[in-house]
């Protein structure tokens, strides 16, 4: 019987990191890191208030704008579509057969919203914590209850 190669993407709002287990026992591999220090591009900068706008030609009336989201909502929606393309590149070049979540209650919300149709057809679990920081070595016992199913 040929091993459930799994993919888990473990991330927050500023990393990610693609891990792959080549089956039941075998351990975890990392197979690629994605930062958001790594996009430059997307740093935008934010005033400290949000815009205004006159009421008309002459008028004396000020209007503030209400941002739509938050910088923190954006740089997370941002970094999210990222780790999506990231996952899109690495599912291509390993071919792992179902995909794990693992992210912070937020960041999850938004990797659900950015990973396409076809991969959540692989999704197999996820999981709401935040274990970026843990080392490879002891993240198998983190995994442990959805890496099983």
Avoid: C
Wanted: no cysteine; hydrophobic share 45%; aromatic share 4%.
């Amino acid at each position: 019987m040929k091993p459930v190669r799994t993919m888990i993407v473990i991330a927050d709002d500023a990393l990610a990191r693609f891990v792959l287990n080549e089956g039941l026992g075998k351990g975890l591999s990392e197979s690629a890191v994605v930062s958001a220090h790594q996009f430059a591009e997307d740093q935008v900068g934010y005033g400290d208030r949000p815009g205004r706008s006159s009421a008309g030609p002459g008028g004396t009336a000020k209007h503030g704008f209400a941002p739509h989201q938050s910088a923190d909502e954006e740089g997370r929606a941002r970094f999210a579509r990222r780790v999506a393309e990231a996952l899109e590149q690495e599912w291509q070049g390993l071919n792992p057969d179902r995909l794990i979540l693992v992210a912070a209650p937020k960041m999850l919300g938004s990797l659900r919203k950015e990973i396409g149709t076809v991969r959540r057809a692989s999704l197999s679990a996820e999981l709401p914590k935040d274990l970026v920081k843990v080392p490879l070595i002891e993240l198998e016992a983190h995994l442990g209850v959805v890496l099983a199913l």
